[in-house]
């Protein structure tokens, strides 16, 4: 089944550590993104790819990095630069065909920091 | 002044109800429009999108958009308990090439 896979569902690690999420895809999509949700808030995009080798921040960018040196695989890091990294993190992919492409969600994994 | 704002409830309505949801937006170019819903822990789920002027039907949900008002709606007809979720209303604007924005979400309950 195609579908995108975000792991681990869980993750927990301690101030001051670097930690990455990964998002891995197998629906043959061109454009990943990766989102940020704290309570009571929408979803807040941090960066964004339409192509490989290629990434643009979104608007919370500071703290984050990412790469994308294959087509399914959309890594994210979080860094020990992120003051607030405590969040619930989304993944998602789209064709870049057009206006009418939605995004697809992976589970998201929720990152505990203390 | 929100890109995406949404009245973030709860919206309680009853089973068998029809549910009516808001959202509006603030770029005038945006091109499509789409609804998401969201349980409690787990990740959003499309349940429909629209992006010319007027209603689009799918099963018993509605999406309706009125551009010059810049205003978006969902109306979910014959309300189910497992409707009870956040609903999130998110905008593909003007030249953002393929990235959404998202509102805040608003939270339905259908009570028995």
């Known amino acids: 089944d195609g579908g995108i896979t975000q792991s681990p569902k869980y993750l927990f690690r301690k101030e001051g550590q670097n930690v990455t999420l990964s998002c891995e895809q197998n629906l043959n999509h061109d454009a990943m993104y990766w989102y940020r949700q704290d309570p009571g808030q929408g979803l807040r995009l941090i960066y964004y790819?339409?192509?490989?080798?290629?990434?643009q921040k979104g608007d919370i960018a500071e703290g984050y990095s990412v790469s994308r040196e294959k087509k399914e695989s959309f890594p994210l890091t979080v860094t020990s630069a992120q003051k607030n990294p405590t969040a619930f993190y989304l993944c998602?992919?789209?064709?870049?065909?057009?206006?009418?492409?939605?995004?697809?969600f992976g589970n998201g994994t929720r990152l505990t920091v203390t | 002044q929100k890109e995406v704002e949404q009245n973030s409830g709860p919206l309680s309505v009853p089973e068998g109800a029809i549910a009516s949801l808001n959202c509006t937006y603030s770029d005038r170019g945006s091109q499509s429009f789409f609804w998401y819903r969201q349980y409690s822990g787990k990740s959003p789920e499309l349940i429909m999108f629209?992006?010319?002027?007027g209603d689009k039907e799918d099963g018993r949900f509605t999406a309706q958009l009125n551009k010059a008002s810049q205003y978006v709606s969902l109306l979910i007809r014959d309300s189910q308990p497992s409707d009870s979720a956040t609903y999130l209303c998110a905008v593909r604007q003007s030249g953002t090439a393929s990235k959404l924005t998202f509102g805040t979400g608003t939270r339905l309950q259908v009570t028995l």
């Open positions: 790819s339409q192509i490989v080798n290629d990434f």
């Open positions: 998602a992919s789209s064709t870049t065909g057009g206006f009418d492409s939605p995004l697809h």
């Open positions: 629209i992006y010319s002027n």
